[in-house]
């Protein structure tokens, strides 16, 4: 006897009611977990499988409660039966839809009904007021729920087994990788039908059903808010208490190691997302020169969002930071490991905590030999990794020998992420071989692609530098002269400057940002033999040079004189006592500038 499509459905809202009242669901289930133990995770075939069930008895037992009539009736009202009827056999294609085929992975998403629906507070079940009905789609498969009475908590019941597969991958078991891959959402639609029939859309709400992956027993109970549509959109419609079981279960979760971020707008994605190799084409000649560029960004306080123990740390968008011109220290790290890959080294964003305990994130190059190198983001200075038991210096400069990390959880970059699984966390006492699956747990290419990483859109590109470094340096070079003479006259002070010295100041200032840049020193004794040469006999010199990163004079000046050395220079008193200021400012990409300052005074000494 052939069916028609509403009777084929109707055969299938019987069957799975059935399934629902007599609990088959989790009969079979405990059936697939035998069967998938007994053939070591071999596929098995239907027929294998209906043989177990028809030894449990549940087949018979599921035929058995099913209603069959002699002809098909028309429709029947929800509301006048409990059960759809039924008027044919269970078909081994029946078994197949309902989702039993073990030799794929299902997964089984169980409405199990709703509340605070508080449109209709107070009303009655069977009060005349229309239905609700639900229809889940992911995948070109498609299920409806029973119409139930409108209520505040309505009796909304379905159960959707979806299969998932995917492409050429259709003949053989997902594992978790493929399966994390899978992109589609469960898309869930809510209808209300009137007493006259009429529907209105109520809620359209698209789920992520991937976190069951990283469950215990690959099971997974939540609740989901229901927003309304269009202008309602922001308004909560009611919630839907909802079981996720994937079908046979993993072997092992996935790891939630993949740490999270939430960007300025609140969107969430892997940390891994925001690492992608940036090349700074002429603006940056050297890995050490954009790590000197990253440390003049300026900081911003932490900030998290969420609430409680749920918050996280913010990490702002590339371009959120870049325009700001300031952000966290995850945001340093970021964008220097990013540049760091640009310039084609083996670098990864380090994720731990500073001795303290606070949150700390910062940078990790390995060399070809091995060599492990630390980045700090925030000051550009690079320290070597040597373990606590191991005292030997490499050949090579020396980046500052103490660093200030605690712990390390996690390294990452665009193209992989490790999780530390050694016996310590301890940074001083971590091996950094990240080939050495018994120290690091690399998350698999399959996964890292199905997450994001290296998929996103292209990176903004640095802007070149908008001032005239020689131009702004003469310029709050003019400025400082101004605020100084000011500061001086309010001391009873009158001041003589000296152009000559104020000239010579000038290699010192260029050193010191090509130490801050590259670690070298240069041009120390010619410096110090021209001052000797134009500081009379009898005289004294005192200098005092600092660094910022901004060009405010006002700012500048009440900086510096908060240091007692700079005081006594520029409130220098005695006989024919000289001022000098310098200024030289270092222009870098993103308007940003490093600005270094020198005040300096001669006096006759006094003995």
Not at 17 to 45: F, H, M, P
Not at 87 to 93: K, Q
Not at 356 to 361: Q, R
Request: net charge negative; charged share 20%.
């Amino acid at each position: 006897m052939s069916l028609s499509e509403d009777e084929l459905s109707e055969l299938k809202c019987s069957i799975q009611a059935q399934i629902s009242r007599l609990d088959v669901k989790n009969k079979v289930r405990a059936v697939l977990d035998e069967v998938y133990a007994t053939t070591g995770g071999r596929e098995t075939g239907l027929e294998d499988l209906l043989v177990a069930l028809r030894r449990r008895g549940i087949v018979d037992e599921l035929v058995g409660q099913l209603r069959f009539d002699e002809e098909l009736p028309g429709r029947i009202e929800p509301s006048k039966c409990e059960h759809p009827p039924c008027s044919t056999r269970l078909h081994h294609e029946a078994l197949n839809d309902i989702g039993m085929g073990i030799a794929r992975r299902h997964l089984c998403l169980e409405v199990q009904g709703g509340r605070a629906f508080l449109e209709h507070l107070g009303m009655q079940p069977r009060e005349s007021a229309g239905t609700l009905s639900l229809s889940l789609h992911c995948r070109a498969q498609r299920c409806h729920s029973r119409p139930a009475p409108c209520a505040c908590e309505p009796d909304l019941r379905v159960s959707f087994v979806m299969q998932l597969h995917s492409g050429n991958a259709a003949s053989r078991m997902a594992d978790g990788a493929s399966l994390l891959a899978i992109k589609d959402p469960v898309q869930m639609i809510l209808v209300r039908t009137d007493s006259a029939g009429d529907t209105e859309l109520v809620s359209s709400h698209w789920l992520e059903w991937r976190s069951v992956l990283a469950s215990p027993g690959s099971g997974w109970n939540t609740a989901i808010e229901l927003k309304g549509v269009e202008s309602e959109s922001g308004v909560s419609v009611g919630v839907l208490d909802l079981r996720l079981q994937l079908v046979p279960p993993l072997e092992q979760p996935l790891d939630r190691d993949v740490v999270k971020a939430q960007d300025e707008c609140g969107a969430v994605q892997p940390v891994c997302c925001m690492v992608r190799p940036l090349r700074a084409a002429r603006l940056l000649d050297s890995p050490l020169q954009a790590a000197r560029f990253v440390s003049l960004l300026g900081r911003a306080r932490p900030t998290t969002l969420g609430y409680a123990n749920h918050s996280r740390e913010r990490w702002a968008s590339r371009l959120a930071f870049l325009a700001c011109g300031k952000g966290e220290v995850q945001e340093h790290a970021a964008l220097l490991c990013n540049l760091l890959l640009g310039f084609g080294l083996d670098a990864y964003m380090c994720l731990g905590s500073k001795h303290g305990g606070d949150f700390y994130a910062w940078v990790m190059t390995r060399s070809h030999s091995g060599t492990t190198t630390f980045w700090e983001s925030q000051t550009g200075c690079r320290f070597l990794h040597l373990l606590s038991t191991n005292t030997s210096v490499s050949s090579m400069t020396p980046p500052t020998p103490r660093h200030p990390y605690h712990t390390v959880g996690c390294v990452f970059n665009h193209s992989a992420f490790y999780a530390n699984i050694q016996p310590t966390v301890d940074v001083s006492d971590c091996l950094f071989d990240l080939s050495n699956s018994s120290h690091w747990k690399a998350m698999s290419p399959e996964a890292l692609s199905a997450a994001g990483a290296g998929n996103g859109p292209a990176p903004p590109p640095l802007t070149p530098p908008a001032i005239d470094p020689i131009v702004a340096s003469n310029e709050l070079e003019m400025q400082l002269r101004v605020v100084i003479a000011q500061h001086r006259e309010t001391l009873s002070l009158s001041t003589v400057w000296d152009d000559q010295l104020c000239y010579l100041l000038s290699p010192a200032l260029a050193a010191y940002e090509l130490e801050r840049a590259t670690g070298l020193v240069p041009g120390k004794a010619e410096f110090e033999d021209a001052v000797r040469r134009i500081v009379p006999d009898g005289h004294t010199f005192k200098a005092f040079p600092i660094h910022f990163n901004h060009r405010q004079a006002h700012r500048v000046l009440e900086t510096a004189l908060s240091y007692p050395v700079c005081n006594e220079v520029v409130a220098c008193r005695g006989d024919e006592v000289h001022i000098a200021v310098r200024v030289r400012v270092f222009a870098y990409p993103e308007h940003t500038c490093a600005v270094w300052v020198m005040f300096a005074c001669t006096y006759s000494s006094v003995l």
